[in-house]
């Protein structure tokens, strides 16, 4: 049985930094990443994805302010946000793509980012 169980959400205010990490099991993965979808919102918008070779790719508006990275060996996948934002409040989601090319996701987790 697949899993993904996201950690590290919480309350930080303009400027700060929070680390989210998502343990995943169950499976082989390939790419994995993280998206989210704000408070009101109905699409879930990618926010940076990494490959099983290191290769990784970001939203515009995080670049230079988050950083995605991977432990092939733990299966985990981590995101290093730093000079958040408000407008990054959101519940930000793990996703995996296994080697068969079925996408996974965990339950996410909630950043809030207050002014």
């Known amino acids: 049985q697949v899993q993904l169980v996201e950690s590290g959400g919480g309350l930080v205010q303009a400027g700060g930094s929070l680390r989210l990490s998502c343990i995943a099991s169950?499976?082989?993965?390939?790419?994995m990443g993280w998206y989210r979808q704000a408070p009101g919102k109905q699409l879930r918008e990618l926010v940076a994805v990494i490959s099983g070779g290191g290769s990784t790719h970001y939203a515009d508006s995080v670049k230079g302010r988050f950083t995605i990275f991977r432990d092939n060996v733990k299966n985990t996948v981590s995101l290093q946000m730093d000079s958040l934002k408000p407008e990054d409040t959101a519940v930000y989601y793990c996703s995996a793509r296994s080697i068969v090319m079925v996408d996974y996701w965990g339950k996410g987790t909630l950043v809030t980012v207050s002014s």
């Open positions: 169950g499976s082989i993965f390939g790419t």
